[in-house]
């Protein structure tokens, strides 16, 4: 079924890292077992976005909202009904796919920057809705404590929990992208026009790369919920659908494993991880201590950090660290093989 989909080349290194995952917890501390858990649900969400901008040349701007849709969803049916549990992990993607669907059937209609201006607008109107309405949404202040399963409440049950569905996910983007879909969709990126006097059906195939995309975004909203227990309306703000559009340019956003490396970079750097490491190694004293007090100041000014990263990308790495490094090394790879 699956013959001409699957590279073979790629399983087995990919089989030895999530062996090599399922072994962390033991081996490092807490804190980098909940950054890894955070980088697999924004490496989810990022790739669910590379669907539609990488693969599907849509100017989708603002697919945080969705992150959020699906991530209030299973917040509000934990909180505020009585249905078992389990059924809000199941409502927060579809939930979040209907939003994707009805958003996009009005989006695609409209071309490139009008579509992405459009989705922008239709986006910060649902953040405005979630910001405000206090009774329900809880507005500002958002929701804390959320009482997801008890057997969810380990760190380590959630971390095996959030990789093994991430993984799940993952499998199934590969093949939705490997797949006669995905290569429809990669010839509307490149041109719709004569996908259009061929008999294909450009929007169409739009939309349902919208709701795909949507759904696996509000999938990694859930499993923000599983993880961090609250939700915020700053997870539909337009800041968010940023950073995650940053993930995919410096990973790589017309390849496949690009968003995932982008997404450990940026979360790695958001949260200090990498300062925190590179000060682990330094011996105690007065310039160990001024570092570790500047992990703070680090964080705070992160937008800045943010904006700087954009404009090197755009002007040293315009096709991503995969996509450099695919480019570099890959026609030397085809050269070595096909001379035996």
Same mark, same amino acid.
């Given at each position: ?19 090599? $995952? $399922? @072994? ?43 992150? !959020? ?21 199941? %409502? ?8 994707? &669907? $009805? ?18 607008? @239709?986006?910060?109107?649902?953040? =405005? ?6 009774? *329900?949404? !809880? ?27 991430? =993984? ?27 996908? /259009? ?15 795909? %995309?949507?759904?696996? =975004? ?31 340019? $410096? ?5 496949? =494993?690009?968003?995932?490396? !982008? ?8 949260? +200090? ?12 004293? /007065? ?12 964080? /705070? ?5 943010? +904006?700087?990263? &954009?404009? &090197? ?5 315009? /096709?991503?660290?995969? +996509?450099?490094?695919? !480019?570099? *090394? ?11």
């Amino acid at each position: 079924m699956f013959k001409g989909i699957v590279d073979r080349r790629w399983l087995w290194p990919s089989m030895a890292i999530l062996v090599l $995952l $399922l @072994l962390v917890p033991p081996l490092v501390p807490r804190y980098y077992v909940y950054i890894l858990a955070l980088i697999f649900v924004t490496a989810l969400l990022a790739m669910s976005l590379n669907l539609t901008v990488g693969y599907g040349g849509l100017f989708q701007f603002h697919h945080g909202v969705f992150y !959020g849709v699906g991530a209030y969803t299973l917040a509000l049916m934990l909180t505020k009904t009585s249905l078992p549990k389990w059924v809000g992990f199941i %409502a927060g993607p579809m939930v979040a796919m209907v939003v994707g &669907l $009805l958003i996009g059937w009005f989006c695609i209609r409209l071309t490139r920057l009008y579509f992405g201006m459009l989705q922008i607008s @239709l986006g910060s109107l649902i953040w =405005a809705i979630v910001f405000r309405w206090y009774d *329900f949404t !809880g507005g500002d202040d958002g929701i804390y404590g959320i009482p997801t399963p008890s057997i969810l409440h380990s760190q380590n049950n959630s971390y095996y929990f959030i990789l093994l569905v991430v =993984a799940i996910c993952v499998v199934a983007l590969y093949i939705i992208v490997k797949s006669p879909f995905g290569a429809t969709l990669q010839a509307i990126r490149d041109n719709p026009q004569r996908c /259009e006097a061929v008999g294909i059906n450009v929007r169409r195939h739009q939309l349902m790369t919208i709701v795909i %995309a949507t759904f696996f =975004a509000g999938v990694a909203g859930v499993l923000f919920v599983t993880l961090e227990r609250y939700v915020h309306p700053h997870l539909l703000f337009w800041v968010l659908s940023l950073e995650i559009f940053i993930m995919c340019l $410096l990973g790589g956003w017309f390849t496949f =494993a690009g968003p995932i490396l !982008g997404a450990a970079i940026i979360v790695s750097l958001r949260t +200090g991880v990498i300062l925190r490491l590179f000060i682990s190694f330094l011996p105690e004293g /007065e310039t160990t201590a001024a570092l570790r007090s500047s992990i703070g100041v680090y964080t /705070e000014y992160w937008t800045l950090i943010l +904006g700087i990263i &954009l404009i &090197l990308l755009i002007f040293f790495l315009p /096709e991503g660290v995969v +996509g450099f490094f695919l !480019g570099k *090394f890959k026609p030397r790879v085809e050269e070595a093989a096909e001379k035996g």
